[in-house]
């Protein structure tokens, strides 16, 4: 039996091979192409509603399934169908659904039809490999590099719901596709529906049929959240399509080996923590103003999930969420990025800002056109940097365990060093007790930390530790600055105090981790009850600072 040639071009690359089971696109004589049926569904759509008489949600929600079945993939989910009817046939006004039908989807469904040409040069220009698209699975280091106008094809792929799921589960992967984002749509109307109902005395069938069908109107505007976020991304895709975007995004997995590599930044222990003699950074506290806005080059913190994104693309609508309704090119990261380990970070690198926003949680509200003026660096990516690192999620009592504090600062640290630096790292922590090890912060390098309070809403976070920890992570990462929102949280009303006696003091980062466990086991044992600064500063404590630190 003759053995097969080996394979060459596009099939011979194992970033592609990686990716392929989840791209809807297929591999056939070393090309990429939309099966034949697909890509007639989409030049039907491309050719404007007097063509494909798709010129409501209803029945775009009906093209979607017809697409999907071409594909291979089951029908829409009919729940998702309804939340994409009801958005775009009631919630959208009719003029703005109007251009969305007769613009906006055909030239997405033009988008989509080069999307395998996108593709091609895409690995054409990613090399070896080396920032071709492909899944990068826990403890994979590596770097994917997409042009924008990729990522707006990929995203249009997510909202027609295109994407294969078979494997994503096993794979970690998050969910990428906009069903279920529909779907909370739907859910976020019919449950205020409910509520009006069970006003009404007796809630049954015809009497939920009658608010659901007869008061929309009325209960547009206490179910906002789900459909703010919708209206979000519906402005990123007019945005592109009227203008597409000519830059880069990078998405970069992040990793701190638990075991020594000879050229890896090793992931540091207790004791490591408290040998350094890193020098603290400078650190700044805002009580107002958003990460977002951050004017200084800085890692601005997503307070994430470990599963890239969170519930961005179902209920959720916090920090994570927010940041990746008004950036939408971090929706792409979800396709490929599985979920992360203790040791790992994500850091997207370029993605642009498209919408303005006010509120949070329930309140959340698109508000319009946001223009980002970020300049661009020499691989033509904005300059706007986001880490994602993820908090714990435990009992309260649980994060002064010293395991939890050394998995929050180790978390942060891998979220805020810049890889590019590992070897000097690797020294840092080698030669920790000389002082003189610590280099001057090079111009063209001053980028700091922009962060609030991270984990410490639902995860049960507490505020006063955690800014202390990032702090700890950022020195030790050689960060200049860090740039702290507080977001008006009583707890750190002592915080600029708390720094600035710190500092006067002198004190490394080993010395503040002293601190930290020191205080976390007087917690666990009962045998204080104050808060980390108040049990920190000289007033509040009934012996002076230089006596307490005599045991350094």
Known sequence: MEEEPPASGLAARGDLRSALPFLPVVLRGGALFWPPAAQESLRALALGPDVSRVASGDVLADALTDLRLALALPALPPLAADGLALFFDDLLSRAQARGWFAEVVPNLARLLLRLPILLEDHYAK??????????????????????????????TCALFCLFPTAGRDQACLPTINFDGLFTYVLFAFCVVSLMIGKKRKQLDWSTYVHVLFTDRRALIHRSQSQQQKVRCLVHYFERVTDSTPTGFVSFERKVLPRRGLSDGIPYPDIHAWLASSAPLCQFRVFSSGFIEDEEQEALQVDFANKYLGGGALSRGCVQ??????????????????????????????????????????????????????????????????????????????????????????????????????????????????????????????????????????????????????????????????????????????????????????????????????EYSSQRLKGETYKGFFAWLLPNSRPNNDTHYMSDE
């Open 320 to 517: 994570e969420e927010i940041r990746f309704m008004i950036n939408p090119e971090l929706i792409v990261g979800m396709l490929f990025m599985a979920s992360m380990e203790d040791n790992e970070a994500i850091e997207i690198f370029g993605a642009e800002r498209f919408s303005q926003y006010m509120g949070y949680g329930s309140s959340f509200r698109f508000v319009g056109d946001y223009l980002d003026t970020k300049p661009f660096d020499s691989m033509g990516r904005r300059r706007t940097r986001i880490v994602a690192i993820d908090a714990l999620d435990c009992p309260a009592r649980l994060h002064y365990e010293s395991g939890c504090l050394l998995r929050e600062v180790n978390k942060a640290f891998c979220g805020f060093f810049d890889q590019s630096k590992h070897q000097l790292y690797v020294k840092l922590f080698q030669d920790s007790h000389n002082k003189g090890n610590f280099p001057s912060i090079n111009s063209n390098e001053y980028i700091g930390v922009s962060t609030g309070n991270w984990g410490c809403g639902a995860f049960g976070g507490n505020p006063e530790i955690k800014s202390m920890i990032q702090w700890i992570a950022a020195s030790q990462a050689l960060r200049p600055f860090v740039n702290y929102y507080t977001f008006e949280v009583a707890s750190l009303e002592r915080l600029e105090e708390v720094i600035q006696w710190i500092l006067r003091h002198g004190w490394t980062v080993g010395e503040l981790w002293h601190m930290l466990i």
């Open 126 to 155: 990613a090399g070896h490999g080396a920032s071709g698209l492909r899944v990068l699975a826990s403890q994979d280091v590596g770097l994917v590099l997409l042009s924008q106008e990729l990522v707006a094809a990929l995203l």
